[in-house]
């Protein structure tokens, strides 16, 4: 379950298919008859479907979860994100805060906790939970936090906050796409726009092209004076992206 709950929140899904048959009654073949066993398999089965983007079968692997055990926190964690994800964000909160009150110091939760609030609007409420995570010594991808805390930082205008979170994240792990893109648009707002290139570029080596990217990279040039390439991620990003926020602002001409 660490490994899938992993997964799912810094921009790289976890892909595969849920184990298992399951029935109307929603019990598995074979499944362990012990309550905390059952809410574990459930619970990594609604993670499955999480992030397979079948939010409502997700759901329900979580209710089976929590009837076998209300007090397993990481279904409670998921039941978190789904809602995030639904945009349903008071039932989010209290699915974290319930997850959190069964286990206050799991980093995983802490961290997805403190990323919901940063996606809502409570940026400068995220930084201690990332923080906590940073924390456990026993946790397993402080480069996500890192890279989290970098960009809330970031939308709070912080910029040397989240530029020595996205330095610690590269050290820890040098090609981490998320911290690539967010160390570009640091330098941007800097206007260190030759090393934001630079970094724009570290990252197309490593993930593909985004609708956010290909808007950055083209305020980079426009900003360097490269008309050629500006045209070319202009071009890019209106033929795959062409329904985008970034599309939208390219045919305002709000560049900033």
């Known amino acids: 379950m660490r490994r899938a709950l992993c997964c799912i929140l810094m921009l790289a899904g976890c892909a595969g298919q849920p184990a298992g048959p399951v029935g ?19 619970t990594e089965l609604a993670t499955l479907y999480y992030t397979s983007r079948n939010m409502s ?8 979860a929590v009837r076998a055990d209300p007090g397993y926190a990481a279904a409670h964690g998921v039941f978190g994100l789904v809602y995030m994800e639904l945009r ?4 989010a909160a209290q699915s974290f805060q319930r997850a959190l009150g069964l286990a206050p110091e799991d980093p995983d939760l802490n961290h997805n906790y403190g990323w919901f609030l940063c996606q809502t609007g409570r940026e400068r409420d995220a930084a201690p939970y990332f923080q906590r995570a940073l ?14 805390a970098g960009a809330c930082a970031l939308r709070r205008g912080e910029l040397k906050t989240a530029q020595d979170h996205l330095e610690r994240a590269l050290r820890l792990e040098p090609n981490f796409p998320v911290a690539l893109l967010h160390s570009a648009q640091l330098r941007y707002r800097q206007g260190r726009h030759d090393e934001a290139r630079r970094m724009l570029q570290r990252y197309d080596s490593v993930a593909q092209s985004s609708a956010e990217s290909l808007w950055l990279g083209l305020r980079i040039e426009r900003r360097l004076g490269a008309r050629a390439a500006e045209l070319s991620y202009g071009n890019q990003l209106r033929r795959r992206f062409p329904g985008s926020p970034e599309v939208q602002a390219l045919q305002r001409g709000d560049y900033d």
Do not use: F, K, M, Q
């Open 24 to 42: 109307n009654t929603g019990t598995i073949v074979g499944e362990p008859t012990a309550p905390r066993n059952r809410a574990r398999v459930h």
């Open 88 to 91: 349903e964000n008071g039932l």
């Open 57 to 64: 079968v997700a759901l329900e692997e979580l209710r089976i």
């Open 135 to 148: 924390d456990n010594p026993l946790y397993a991808t402080p480069a996500r936090s890192h890279t989290a």
